[in-house]
């Protein structure tokens, strides 16, 4: 992580907060392992031996059949009862294993401590949590959707409260995500959920502290405190908005506001992803492709792939070799930086589709309804471009990163960031690659020109200018 961060020293003198999980042994190692996949929802404090009470290191003297307030009680996977003590179950817990886990409650005290007003407290209620639609990750047979907490900050107090919580990880640390709460996908319901993470599981009985009624073990937290940087890079979907295109074709209507950081999140949070291009437009001419798509479609892939995706292009199955040639010179001629790329055929039935008429009525949206979201650009090649662009920039966001690293498990290696710059769309490649279609005869949209040109726009001044204004505005 190395530069992107610097390292001061804060020690709170407060108590660390557990969560506790108790298993039957069989269970442990799988437990064990989906804390550790996920540590970032599960820290994970002590693990104890079968069978064992006391949690050795964390507090002396604790009886974890007695210390919590109250313990909820499942049966093969269901919640039977709430208890006040396990010593009832003493011959049980002879084969079971107790899980410590922080909490963010340790954190409310740090919040404090920086100056952010914690609202839930203040009001006297308890912090809401949310289910993501974001999966943890699977160990063994423990899997879930990620819960998070949310909680309102002032836009001042931001830095602050990204800064003092995150170097607290066995308190959950700093926040997975900052704005929005339906960007990153939380249901707008809001549950009152439970720490315990039931698994579907054989083993008969398994316990957990309830909801609100935490251990106080006597852990003192004493942490580094990692700060993010201040430049909080934030992604503008602003850009562009003055193009003369935009009102020439109508589909200003179709802009919505934060639909390019939705669609990069959704991809940033994907492991495999699927892209299409590819439209018949000169049926006069053999192909009767042309060029606004590939190029856009390369500029992603290539991004993605830099992010660790798995990439695959769906082509009509007509024009499948042209685009596998397409692939490998642009690879050839440095056009691209992209691996071979799997491709998928498909065949593709085009209806008589006008989009100036479609935008009219209203149906250009209908076409679009099932979509999670819907990034509307003057040429595909500027979309394509413009995701790109917006990938790299979301990715240097360390907010981001914690997600990526806590929800999918990625690590940040230290050549990445120069990789990824590598795949930003330039216009020296983004002039190969048009050469690269020209000579497979991929015509201009508009026009049916063959020369550098889409949609009847050359590639000298337009196309440059954009793509060296979008540059611009990323590496700013
Ligand atoms: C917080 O949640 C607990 C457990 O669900 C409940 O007993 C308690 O009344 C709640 N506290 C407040 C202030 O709402
Ligand atoms: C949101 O949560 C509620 C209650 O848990 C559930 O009924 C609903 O289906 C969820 N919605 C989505 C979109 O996941
Ligand atoms: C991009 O930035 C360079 C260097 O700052 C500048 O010279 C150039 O005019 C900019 N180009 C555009 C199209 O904004």
Excluded at 218 to 228: E, R, T, V, Y
Excluded at 421 to 446: D, F, N, Q
């Amino acid at each position: 992580i190395g530069s992107k961060f610097s390292i001061s020293f804060r020690t709170f003198f407060t108590y660390q907060i557990a969560n506790v999980v108790i298993l039957h042994k069989d269970l442990a190692d799988d437990f064990e392992a989906f804390c550790r996949a996920n540590s970032s929802p599960l820290p994970l404090l002590y693990r104890s031996k079968c069978g064992e009470w006391s949690c050795g290191p964390l507090a002396t003297g604790s009886d974890i059949r007695e210390d919590c307030p109250e313990y909820c009680v499942f049966e093969n996977g269901v919640l039977m009862k709430k208890v006040a003590s396990l010593s009832s179950y003493t011959p049980q817990l002879q084969d079971m294993v107790t899980f410590y886990l922080g909490c963010s409650f340790g954190f409310e005290s740090a919040l404090k401590a920086a100056g952010v007003p914690v609202r839930n407290v203040e009001q006297g209620k308890n912090v809401s949590m949310y289910k993501t639609s974001v999966a943890c990750i699977r160990a063994g047979q423990f899997h879930c959707p990620m819960v998070v907490s949310m909680r309102p900050v002032p836009e001042d107090k931001l830095d602050n409260a990204a800064q003092s919580t995150h170097g607290i990880p066995l308190a959950h640390g700093g926040p997975v995500h900052i704005g929005d709460p339906s960007i990153y996908m939380c249901n707008a319901t809001s549950t009152p959920l439970g720490v315990s993470v039931r698994p579907r599981q054989r083993s008969h009985f398994c316990f957990s502290s309830c909801a609100i009624e935490c251990t106080i073990v006597d852990m003192f937290k004493q942490n580094a405190i990692i700060a993010p940087s201040s430049e909080n890079k934030r992604l503008s979907s602003a850009g562009f908005l003055q193009s003369p295109l935009l009102s020439s074709r109508g589909i200003r209507a179709l802009f919505l506001q934060d639909e390019l950081l939705k669609a990069c999140l959704s991809l940033s949070h994907s492991s495999s992803v699927l892209i299409t291009t590819g439209f018949p437009t000169h049926y006069m001419h053999n192909p009767p492709e042309e060029t606004d798509g590939p190029p856009g479609a390369i500029a992603m892939a290539a991004m993605l792939q830099a992010l660790r995706k798995e990439v695959v292009i769906v082509t009509d199955g007509r024009a499948l070799e042209m685009n596998q040639h397409i692939m490998r010179d642009a690879i050839k001629k440095g056009a691209s930086i992209i691996a071979d790329l799997v491709f998928l055929r498909y065949s593709l039935v085009v209806l008589g589709v006008d989009l100036s008429c479609l935008v009219r009525t209203g149906s250009y949206c209908t076409m679009f309804s099932e979509c999670v979201c819907v990034c509307v650009c003057v040429l595909s090649n500027w979309g394509g471009y413009a995701v790109a662009c917006a990938l790299y920039v979301l990715n240097l966001c360390p907010i981001h990163w914690r997600y990526l690293h806590s929800g999918l498990g990625l690590s940040l290696t230290p050549d990445q960031q120069s990789l990824w710059m590598a795949c930003l769309p330039t216009v020296a490649k983004e002039e190969e690659m048009l050469h690269i279609l020209v000579k497979y005869g991929v015509r201009s949209g508009k026009t049916a020109n063959l020369g550098l040109e889409v949609d009847g726009l050359t590639f000298h001044p337009y196309h440059s200018d954009v793509i060296q204004r979008l540059r611009n505005l990323t590496l700013a």
